[in-house]
């Protein structure tokens, strides 16, 4: 007999071949989404270790698959599971004061890190790329077990999904994907930056994507920690989700986007002509709290924005929530936005080189805005007005809820560990 009070049909529901609802956002178009729903009993997998993680990937084979995650699973370890920290990546003579020393713009000026160290970097990071960086094929769902008191969790990885296609992640807290060797570049952004290498999940041509009930972070090494070099933050993450090179046709649901810098990319240059026409995103009732920018910021893709939760703490870094880029075309609907006071509703929206944005509905704490209208009276000279027509309606979503409604149900149902 059940224990009294255990919800016995929660244990029950083997959600592990869950697809994504016919109606629900651009990864629905078509074939729709179904990820390893297909897959026979033994490629159904429970993960424990990485290596065990890597194994059920299968090199990113298109074999149907289902692997489910079970407790923490570290991607910065060796094959038999002990911890790998920046040093023992470390290779050819690699240290930081060195490389300092070697790039400091004041000697070394603006050209491009070469020679010695440059090299020992580079080897360095290819050590732990290969540690980090796991391919995910196509067919394949990522599931992870677990309560919200008990959420599996995949730390320090980058899960790629480099022109797959039919793809679910669900459940996951996937946390710190953590770059041991950023790269010098003088010439970005007239300053120079650091650049660093690991998105949390990475789309690259990818194809038929659900990502739902994910959380994106980089707990356990917060960037505003980290030290600043040549006047720049020494950053340590990428994105949390960048979809790029093409990719298309992506619902990203009920997912948490938490303590990080650049969050979601959508299309990663202006010269990226072959993302035209692709890129189609469906964000919803996702939560974005303490990012600083890119929520998301787009190019070319037509990105329905609906239902979505923003909480900038008092004292949080911020720069702006919604890039509008070279012909993106972001249709966003009833989001709602809480800030401290020096967050004002101009802040919200940047455009780079955009010309136009639909919005409806969005609450400012609290308060109905019109972030179309304040974005084209605020805008800095060097951006342009935008127009409100970007040329679609969107037509695949679920029910579509007022900001506050949203605002409440993302703040409690949103991230891993929470699928009703
Ligand atoms: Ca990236």
């Known amino acids: 007999m059940a ?5 016995a049909n929660a244990e029950a529901r083997d959600i592990s071949r869950d697809t994504l609802a016919p109606n629900d956002g651009w990864a629905a178009h078509g ?45 910065n370890t060796d094959d038999d599971g002990d911890r790998l920290g920046c040093a023992d990546y470390a290779t050819d003579g690699y240290s930081l004061t060195k490389y300092l020393a070697a790039y400091a713009p004041h000697t070394w000026g603006s050209a491009k890190p070469s020679g010695v160290q440059e090299e020992a970097r580079k080897a360095s990071a290819d050590r732990q790329g290969e ?23 995949v730390k320090g990885a980058s899960l790629q999904l480099k022109g797959a296609d ?30 660093t290498a690991y998105d949390n999940i990475w789309l690259s ?25 040549f006047g720049r933050n020494y950053l340590r993450h990428d994105g949390l989700l960048d979809i790029t090179n093409a990719s298309d046709l992506v619902t990203v649901s009920w997912s948490r986007f938490a303590d990080h810098d650049k969050a979601m990319l959508i299309g990663s240059s202006d010269s990226a002509t072959g993302d035209r026409g692709k890129l189609r995103v469906t964000l919803h009732h996702n939560e974005f709290t303490s990012v600083v920018q890119r929520a998301p910021r787009v190019r070319f893709g ?23 880029g070279t012909e993106s075309a972001l249709y966003a609907e009833n989001n709602a ?10 802040d919200l929206v940047k455009s780079w080189n955009g010309s136009a944005l639909h919005q409806t509905g969005t609450r400012f704490n609290g308060y109905p805005v019109d972030l179309l209208a304040i974005h084209n009276a605020y805008n800095s000279g060097s951006e342009r007005d935008l127009s409100a027509d970007v040329g679609w309606t969107p037509t695949l979503h679920t029910v579509i809820d007022s900001a506050e409604a949203a605002d ?7 991230g891993a560990g929470r699928i009703p």
């Open 408 to 414: 409440r149900a993302v703040a409690g149902d949103a």
């Open 302 to 324: 037509q990105v329905h924005l609906y239902n979505n939760r923003y909480v900038v703490p008092d004292g949080a870094p911020y720069r702006y929530s919604w890039g509008v």
């Open 166 to 195: 039919n793809v679910i992640v669900r459940n996951l807290d996937l946390r710190d994907a953590y770059d041991c060797f950023p790269v010098w570049q003088p010439n970005t952004g007239g300053l120079g930056d650091w650049k």
């Open 205 to 229: 041509g990818a194809t038929h994507v659900w990502i739902d009930h994910v959380t994106l972070s980089d707990k356990g090494h917060l960037d505003e920690d980290e030290p600043t070099y």
């Open 131 to 153: 540690r980090v960086e796991l391919t995910v094929g196509s067919n394949t769902t990522i599931l992870g077990l677990g309560d919200p008191k008990n959420t599996a969790v």
């Open 31 to 75: 074939t729709g989404t179904t990820g390893g729903a297909a897959a026979d009993d033994d490629h159904v997998y429970t993960v424990t270790d990485r290596a065990e993680l890597v194994r059920a990937l299968d090199g990113g084979s298109d074999t149907p698959k289902i692997i489910k995650v079970a407790g923490t699973i570290d991607a």
């Open 3 to 7: 224990a009294l009070g255990a919800p």
């Open 337 to 346: 936005f809480t800030t401290p006071g020096h967050v004002e509703a101009a």
